[in-house]
């Protein structure tokens, strides 16, 4: 395991490689590389003098990284030099998130969500407030911010039941379903994670100020972005993806056809995680109709079948693992 240091330089030099990308959209493949290398530095160092330092596994090669770092191959003096300024003015960032209490929380961090480790989207850092779990099993509650009664009703009954099965209430911190979700399991007393599309020092939406910090205090609040960074269209279909991926599953309370959980809902799919949707959803969303047959997709009337739902999908789960445990424990075949 890396002591604080090495972590530091760790996190120094992703910062350089994710600031000194031309184009945001490639930060997870960066991501993926750091993971595959299991280095951000050696990344870097391989950026500066390929032919000094080579990397390590053979499958990762960050100048062919979709158009990665400073856009060119083969980087000119001050392309060089734009490196590692980026990586001096990382390592006093880094300094002065922490004497201002902001959690930097990169893939090198043992503390960083496994499950979102694992996905191919790979986020290459969160800003964290709260209490982090490396293996937090939970699942999203997720839906319309102008929801129906019946719709409130379903979201609430969910998250009642997940936080009587031990589970953490995932959602975005919006208004309507998200609100509900993380207000019915802080009431409960169970656990509550929340993504927002802002830096993690600002807060959004303003009425949900105070349901943000109680969170902070009693769960957590997840955010992929620079602090400081104000909500755009962009950010909150990139936290939706972050949510799919952190959760085994997502459950969608109440959504209409152009609602953005439908984005949840194709991340889930491409996530291989599986989605459970109140059957009224289908008679407003044409996309959730079409979702409807899929494997993986289930339509419930009511929180039992929710129960029942996830029920299967733990124990495929579990199969899946034992199976996976069980052909990693065998001996190579005698040839």
């Known amino acids: 395991m890396m002591d604080h240091d090495d ?30 290398e299991g280095s951000a530095e050696r990344l870097l160092q391989h950026k500066i003098d390929p032919s000094r330092n080579p990397l390590q596994h053979d499958g990762v090669d960050a100048d062919d990284a979709q158009g990665v770092l400073l856009g060119d191959i083969g980087l000119s003096f001050g392309q060089i030099e734009k490196l590692k300024t980026a990586r001096t003015v990382a390592a006093r960032d880094l300094e002065m998130w922490r004497e201002h209490g902001l959690d930097f929380v990169s893939v090198f961090d043992p503390r960083f969500p496994e499950r979102l480790r694992a996905t191919i989207d790979v986020p290459p850092f969160l800003f964290a407030n709260g209490s982090l779990k490396a293996d937090d099993l939970g699942v999203s509650v997720v839906g319309s911010r102008h929801c129906t009664p019946e719709g409130v009703s379903f979201a609430v009954d969910c998250a009642h039941m997940l936080v009587k099965r031990g589970l953490t209430v995932i959602a975005g911190l919006a ?3 998200d609100t509900f979700a993380h207000q019915t399991a802080l009431n409960d007393g169970g656990r509550t994670v929340a ?31 620079w602090p400081g960074s104000q909500p755009t269209r962009q950010s909150f279909p990139m936290r939706n993806a972050l949510m799919s991926g952190y959760g085994v599953a997502t459950i969608i309370a109440d959504a209409g056809e152009h609602s953005g959980t439908r984005i949840q809902a194709r ?4 996530h291989g995680r599986p989605i459970i949707i109140n059957h009224m959803v289908l008679d407003k969303a044409r996309w959730a109709c079409d979702l409807a047959d899929r494997p993986g ?4 009337d009511n929180v039992k079948d929710v129960g029942c739902a996830l029920d299967r999908i733990f124990l ?12 990693l424990a065998e001996e190579p075949a005698k040839v």
């Open 267 to 270: 991340q889930a799919q491409r």
């Open 175 to 177: 208004k309507g379903i």
């Open 7 to 36: 972590l530091m330089h760790e996190n120094s030099a992703l910062i350089a490689l994710l600031r000194t990308c031309e184009h945001p959209d490639t930060w997870a493949s960066i991501a993926n590389d750091c993971v595959l």
């Open 195 to 225: 993504f927002i599309g802002t830096g993690i020092d600002r807060q959004y939406p303003a009425e949900n100020r105070g349901l943000q910090q109680e969170i902070e205090e009693r769960g957590l609040v997840l955010s992929q972005f």
């Open 316 to 327: 495929v789960n579990d199969n899946v693992d034992g199976l996976i445990k069980t052909v």
């Open 297 to 300: 997709v289930y339509v419930v």
